[in-house]
């Protein structure tokens, strides 16, 4: 009796034993699935959504330009009393400051090449070499380079003209975009991830099996630039008359795409 005793205990411990095991390495395999959701059996579906905005901010830039000698001082004087002219009627036209940016500012040599090709050879070492002076500087080259962001799109025309008149050399094409584009993108990735939410349940249903958790989602959005050149038309036929810009910013799409991945069941 003892020995069938002893038997059954021993019978009794190796189940427990197992069972310990068992519901150890169902915890593991759970908590595995849990922090590496790629354990499950599992599938994934993209989607995209676009959404149709129009922009609020045109953008430009202009250059002042400076050439002459090498009085130095007298350059730099002078393109920034043309530049701060310019500006200052950019702002009298009811640009704020912040949307004001200088982006460049450089100072360049011009140089003067002799022609060699009239210059009398020397005799160095006995041999008959050409003399050729090294190029001089005979001047110098300022530009300082100005963006603009105009949020009243009916005073671009004025601003784009008037920028000339007050001493701007150079008057860079207009670009148009959306200062804030967050709201038109959350309302792409709302449409894209039901979009995605419904393509997942059919490719169930055909697959005879169960949507399960959702275990991963990336994305991806895209926000390009619309770019648009000015149309030019005369509205006066006097000699000073200068053509006007018509403005059309036209619209852009903001585009998001999801990925999701989900458990199969």
Same mark, same amino acid.
């Given at each position: 009796?003892?020995?069938?005793?002893?038997?059954?205990?021993?019978?009794?411990?190796?189940?427990?034993?197992?069972?310990?095991?068992?519901?150890?390495?169902?915890?593991?395999?759970?908590?595995?699935?849990?922090?590496?959701?790629?354990?499950? $059996?599992?599938?994934?579906?993209?989607?995209?959504?676009?959404?149709?905005?129009?922009?609020?901010?045109?953008?430009? =830039?202009?250059?002042?330009?400076?050439?002459?000698?090498?009085?130095?001082?007298?350059?730099?004087?002078?393109?920034?009393?043309?530049? =701060?002219?310019?500006?200052?009627?950019?702002?009298?036209?009811?640009?704020?400051?912040?949307?004001?940016?200088?982006?460049?500012?450089?100072?360049?040599?011009?140089?003067?090449?002799?022609?060699?090709?009239?210059?009398?050879?020397?005799?160095?070492?006995?041999?008959?070499?050409?003399?050729?002076?090294?190029?001089?500087?005979?001047?110098?080259?300022?530009?300082?380079?100005?963006?603009?962001?105009? $949020?009243?799109?009916?005073?671009?025309?004025?601003?784009?003209?008037?920028?000339?008149? =007050?001493?701007?050399?150079?008057?860079?094409?207009?670009?148009?975009?959306?200062?804030?584009?967050?709201?038109?993108?959350?309302?792409?990735?709302?449409?894209?991830?039901?979009?995605?939410?419904?393509?997942?349940?059919?490719?169930?249903?055909?697959?005879?099996?169960?949507?399960?958790?959702?275990?991963?989602?990336?994305?991806?959005?895209?926000?390009?630039?619309? =770019?648009? $050149?000015?149309?030019?038309?005369?509205?006066?036929?006097?000699?000073?008359?200068?053509?006007?810009?018509?403005?059309?910013?036209?619209?852009?799409?903001?585009?998001?795409?999801?990925?999701?991945?989900?458990?199969?069941?």
């Amino acid at each position: 009796m003892t020995k069938i005793i002893k038997d059954l205990l021993g019978v009794s411990a190796a189940i427990v034993v197992l069972a310990l095991g068992y519901a150890a390495l169902s915890y593991v395999d759970s908590y595995s699935k849990m922090i590496q959701p790629s354990s499950f $059996r599992s599938f994934s579906v993209t989607s995209d959504a676009k959404v149709t905005s129009i922009p609020d901010v045109a953008e430009f =830039n202009f250059q002042v330009i400076t050439e002459g000698g090498n009085d130095m001082t007298s350059l730099q004087t002078k393109n920034t009393d043309t530049t =701060n002219k310019a500006i200052a009627f950019i702002k009298s036209k009811g640009v704020e400051d912040r949307d004001i940016k200088t982006e460049a500012y450089s100072v360049n040599p011009r140089y003067e090449t002799s022609n060699c090709g009239i210059i009398p050879y020397s005799v160095i070492g006995g041999q008959a070499i050409k003399s050729c002076p090294p190029p001089s500087i005979v001047g110098y080259t300022i530009t300082q380079s100005v963006n603009i962001k105009v $949020r009243d799109f009916t005073k671009i025309g004025d601003i784009v003209g008037g920028v000339v008149k =007050n001493g701007a050399n150079q008057v860079g094409a207009l670009s148009f975009t959306i200062d804030d584009p967050t709201i038109a993108q959350g309302q792409a990735r709302t449409e894209a991830m039901i979009k995605a939410k419904a393509k997942a349940e059919a490719i169930a249903k055909t697959g005879g099996f169960s949507v399960g958790r959702l275990l991963g989602i990336q994305e991806g959005s895209q926000y390009p630039v619309y =770019n648009d $050149r000015l149309m030019m038309k005369t509205t006066a036929t006097g000699s000073e008359s200068a053509p006007a810009p018509v403005i059309q910013p036209g619209s852009q799409e903001v585009s998001v795409s999801v990925t999701l991945q989900y458990e199969i069941k």
